[in-house]
T-cell receptor, first 114, second 114 residues
Framework: RKEVEQDPGPFNVPEGATVAFNCTYSNSASQSFFWYRQDCRKEPKLLMSVYSSGNEDGRFTAQLNRASQYISLLIRDSKLSDSATYLCAVNPRDGSGNTGKLIFGQGTTLQVKP | EAQVTQNPRYLITVTGKKLTVTCSQNMNHEYMSWYRQDPGLGLRQIYYSMNVEVTDKGDVPEGYKVSRKEKRNFPLILESPSPNQTSLYFC?????????????FGPGTRLTVT
């Protein structure tokens, strides 16, 4: 089982739709969680950090479910410009403590159509 | 402007010819990391550094070297490149403040080894 797993998609949705992605992680001691957006082979850009209480930024909402070991990203009122690959990232804690390492999922591709 | 820079952005080289990809950040971040990204395999960590003169292997370190002589710079060295190192490479950095490891990425270096 991969340490961080995402459904690669693609998710094809019409403009205005609400879409949700999940990301599961295997290390229950993981500390920090993030969503990144990556456009067509450009660098990943931090979209949101995911806090235990959930995090909302405009049309984007991120949630953490520690019991089931997954994080989610909800996008409301999808825009054409939301088309991208969304990567989740998890900061695990290993036996040597927190090394600052991030483990990335393979990404979920979203295509928003007119 | 806070940023991570990489050079070169594109490089075509031949098998066995040593090369260095430079990475520099101006945010006084302690943590720096190198990733490679390949289709179907996602982002994989090559090496990381938690501070000056402190480096450690990531998940795919074979064929690579790094050094961290200054806080701002973290070059990636391929002593004898091979075609299987053809990939898209990203450098990233984070502050690690308050135990949160949001990473910020450079623009990427597309390397082709023939």
């Amino acid at each position: 089982r991969k340490e961080v797993e995402q459904d690669p998609g693609p998710f094809n949705v019409p403009e205005g739709a609400t879409v949700a992605f999940n990301c599961t992680y295997s290390n229950s001691a993981s500390q920090s969680f993030f969503w990144y957006r990556q456009d067509c082979r450009k660098e990943p850009k931090l979209l949101m950090s995911v806090y235990s209480s959930g995090n909302e930024d405009g049309r984007f909402t991120a949630q953490l479910n520690r019991a089931s070991q997954y994080i989610s990203l909800l996008i409301r009122d999808s825009k054409l410009s939301d088309s991208a690959t969304y990567l989740c990232a998890v900061n695990p804690r290993d036996g040597s403590g927190n090394t600052g390492k991030l483990i990335f999922g393979q990404g979920t591709t979203l295509q928003v159509k007119p | 402007e806070a940023q991570v820079t990489q050079n070169p952005r594109y490089l075509i080289t031949v098998t066995g010819k040593k090369l260095t990809v430079t990475c520099s950040q101006n945010m006084n971040h302690e943590y720096m990391s190198w990733y490679r990204q390949d289709p179907g395999l996602g982002l994989r960590q090559i090496y990381y550094s938690m501070n000056v003169e402190v480096t450690d292997k990531g998940d795919v370190p074979e064929g690579y070297k790094v050094s961290r002589k200054e806080k701002r710079n973290f070059p990636l060295i391929l002593e004898s490149p091979s075609p299987n190192q053809t990939s898209l490479y990203f450098c990233a950095s984070s502050s690690g403040l308050a135990g949160v490891y949001e990473q910020y990425f450079g623009p990427g270096t597309r390397l082709t080894v023939t």
